[in-house]
């Protein structure tokens, strides 16, 4: 699994580069294939965003919502984003963040290293724990995967479930 971030790729909203892939993520992908390794991309966050100090999501996407820094702001951010939140160029965060996956689906579809795509690490809903995979979750891991397919990437693709599964909740996955 190699954890990538949001914020490498889209550093400005509607700016999706390539530099941070061509620099960091092919000299790895070139260096798995030397190994005779296999690659499953993730977008990675771990407290959301630099924003409220952590890393994956482009700070731009806390500007003008005051969350802070720490465990609540990250969760509230993330919640957010889950709900619809808007980049300051009006577009959702979600929709930002499924055309940085068609452009990692466009750029990696021929690949023979990379075998897969996992959407997101440990997303989670904390307020809405009970609703939020039928709600929110699946729903979204349907649009990624339409997105990774219209743009010719036939990867496996990984869809993990939410975070409070290890608090101990149950989980109710759905066929994409």
Excluded at 26 to 34: F, G, M
Excluded at 143 to 149: H, P
């Amino acid at each position: 699994r190699l954890a990538i971030a949001w914020n490498y790729i889209e550093e400005t909203p509607g700016n999706i580069g390539t530099t941070y892939l061509e620099q960091q993520v092919d000299p790895i992908l070139k260096w798995a294939e030397q190994k005779a390794m296999f690659v499953v991309l993730e977008l990675h966050q771990f407290y959301w965003s630099p924003c409220t100090g952590g890393n994956g999501a482009p700070s731009w996407v806390c500007e003008g919502k005051n969350y802070g820094t720490g465990a609540d702001a990250s969760y509230k951010a993330q919640t957010d984003f889950w709900h619809g939140a808007k980049a300051p160029d009006g577009v959702t965060l979600m929709d930002h963040y499924l055309k940085v996956w068609k452009k990692l689906a466009e750029r990696y579809k021929n690949s023979k290293v990379v075998v897969g795509f996992d959407f997101m690490n440990e997303p989670m809903d904390l307020p809405n724990a009970t609703t939020f995979e039928h709600d929110s979750l699946y729903p979204f891991y349907r649009r990624a995967k339409d997105v990774v397919r219209a743009a010719g990437a036939p990867q496996l693709l990984v869809l993990e479930s939410p975070v409070f599964r290890n608090l101990g909740l149950a989980v109710k996955p759905e066929p994409i």
